[in-house]
């Protein structure tokens, strides 16, 4: 579906219905697709056999106009900072809502950090498929964690790596994020040529337990954190992949001296 894509374009029956704008209403269009794809799934004695997967790409468009639902109040921002486009968490956290009867218990909930390309490695482990060296280089298997049947507390990934619509990156490991940005590196204030006028430095580093709206820079108080994240960036980067397995090429021969770093 488009949404939360723009064009925002409710359906006649749905315009005007939440009370709240376009974007709402296209909100609400998108629960009763969703609610008619398990109705034809139910109805058709399929729900059992059928793993539904609920997500978005992005958070929230700008064009959601935040200013006009903050007044009527609705906080789309509340929780994180900045929106899609943006290497912050508002561009980042999505919904991810999985069903499976019979195979995933109902109501439970994980805060593991995962990403939407472990979705390759977990279907191949549910058909049974072996995925070659040279593909999924970043994908971790979910259906272990989902299925309940985890044997362990150790991280599904030891880090991972965020992209802002300007090419900057983040890298993301336990509580910790460092960003290789100035500013949001997207669309919200400050973006990269606002941040480098306000002389903002060139990295950023949150701990996200205690400051989830990525409010306060601690880079210098942590200098050996992001030393730390670094380094892991790098390997990442030199190995042209996150999981085990050979080293592979990254996009166009991309090498750690050709990133282009914030200046």
């Known amino acids: 579906m488009p949404s939360p894509h723009t064009p925002i374009v409710p359906d006649h029956q749905w315009k005007g219905k939440s009370g709240l704008g376009d974007y709402a209403d296209f909100l609400l269009e998108t629960d009763w697709a969703v609610g008619e794809v398990l109705r034809a799934l139910k109805e058709t004695d399929q729900e059992n056999n059928t793993l539904v997967i609920f997500t978005t790409d992005n958070g929230t468009s700008p064009k959601a ?119 949001s590196g997207g669309w919200s204030t400050p973006n990269e040529a606002v941040a480098r006028k306000m002389n903002l430095p060139t990295t950023q580093l949150y701990d996200l337990d205690t400051d989830p709206k990525e409010s306060k820079n601690v880079h210098t108080q942590h200098p050996e954190i992001v030393e730390q994240l670094t380094a892991v960036f790098r390997q990442f980067v030199e190995n042209g992949r996150s999981t085990p397995g050979p080293k592979q090429a990254n996009y166009h021969g991309t090498h750690w001296e050709t990133i282009p770093w914030p200046n």
């Open 65 to 183: 106009d935040l200013e006009a639902l903050e007044k009527l109040g609705v906080h789309l921002c509340e929780n994180w900072r900045g929106y899609k486009a943006d290497i912050y968490e508002g561009g980042h956290r999505v919904p991810f809502i999985v069903r499976w009867p019979g195979q995933i218990l109902p109501a439970t909930r994980s805060d593991e950090i995962i990403v939407q390309t472990d979705l390759l490695a977990t279907l191949a482990e549910i058909i049974n498929h072996r995925i070659p060296v040279n593909a999924g280089e970043d994908s971790v298997s979910l259906w272990p964690l989902l299925s309940g049947k985890r044997q362990t507390d150790t991280p599904l990934h030891e880090a991972i790596i965020c992209q802002s619509v300007t090419g900057n990156f983040a890298v993301r490991m336990g509580k910790w994020k460092l960003l290789f940005s100035r500013g």
